[in-house]
């Protein structure tokens, strides 16, 4: 069994390609699920949204993976969320519940979404208090927060220059940004940095620099500031986008 402890340096996996990414992504997945499940009975995973994680959230929803999980002992949280109604094309809870609530029929009370819908700063209080009943005495410690880089070395919805990244007292906050969707909820980095194992999946050479700025230690991109207090972090990188790392370039 994996013990947490403090580590700054994360472990750096290369892999192939998009499809790799996503297999390997889901070996992970299931196991630091089961990981919790045997030491506390329950796992607690907070998904991101765009696209590099579809092909893992498919993957999930399918033998052998499908199997291998036991879907009614995990509490979904999620990352973040663009503030759209759950059925609009743009929303993470949309695309998740697409490509893997459906398949394996995950329950309503085990799905902890965040409510797009709501005027933003209403989305954030709610999602706060539901966190805070399902993570009671103290930080939420989530078993595994899945993370993806934009090119601009955004994580979760917290993006270059905004004061999100050094919120310490919030667990969520509601955010405005010229990127896309602007108006989103997201967890704060002092809250995915309570997190137990955190999951960075990241594909597309459009990604290269700021793969090696981030890895490189470049601190004043959002990013760079997921350090895990305890937990471990992991980064899962497709050749495409590793290429500018100093060992590959
Ligand atoms: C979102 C995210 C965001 C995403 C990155 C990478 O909802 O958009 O949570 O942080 O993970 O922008 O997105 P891609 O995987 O689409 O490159």
Redesign the pocket.
């Known amino acids: 069994m994996a013990a947490n402890r403090s580590n700054h340096k994360p472990i750096v996996q290369v892999v192939p390609d998009g499809a790799a990414l996503a297999r390997t992504a889901a070996d992970l997945f299931v196991r630091f699920v089961q990981e919790a499940i045997v030491s506390r009975g329950r796992a607690t995973v907070a998904l991101?949204?765009?696209?590099?994680?579809q092909k893992l959230y498919a993957l999930l929803a399918g033998p052998p993976n499908s199997t291998r999980l036991d879907f009614s002992a995990i509490d979904f949280f999620f990352?973040?969320?663009?503030c759209v109604p759950p059925d609009d094309s743009e929303s993470?809870y949309c695309a998740v519940n697409r490509l893997l609530f459906r398949a394996v029929g995950v329950a309503a009370e085990k799905s902890h979404r965040i409510r797009g819908e709501l005027a933003p700063v209403v989305a954030a209080v709610e999602y706060e208090a539901e966190l805070r009943s399902c993570f009671r005495g103290g930080w939420p410690q989530f078993d595994l927060v899945l993370?993806?880089?934009?090119a601009d070395g955004?994580?979760?919805?917290i993006f270059p220059g905004e004061p999100t990244v050094s919120e310490r007292e919030a667990w969520v906050v509601h955010t405005e940004t010229d990127h896309?969707i602007g108006r989103?909820v997201t967890l704060t980095m002092a809250a995915i940095n309570h997190a137990r194992q955190i999951l960075f999946?990241v594909?597309?050479a459009e990604?290269a620099d700021v793969v090696a700025r981030v890895l490189g230690g470049a601190r004043e991109l959002p990013a760079s500031r997921v350090r895990p207090a305890t937990g471990e972090c992991r980064w899962l990188i497709t050749q495409s986008a590793a290429f500018k790392l100093p060992r590959l370039g």
């Open positions: 991101s949204g765009g696209s590099t994680p990352v973040d969320e663009r993470n993370l993806g880089l934009g955004h994580t979760a919805s896309g989103r999946l594909d597309g990604k």
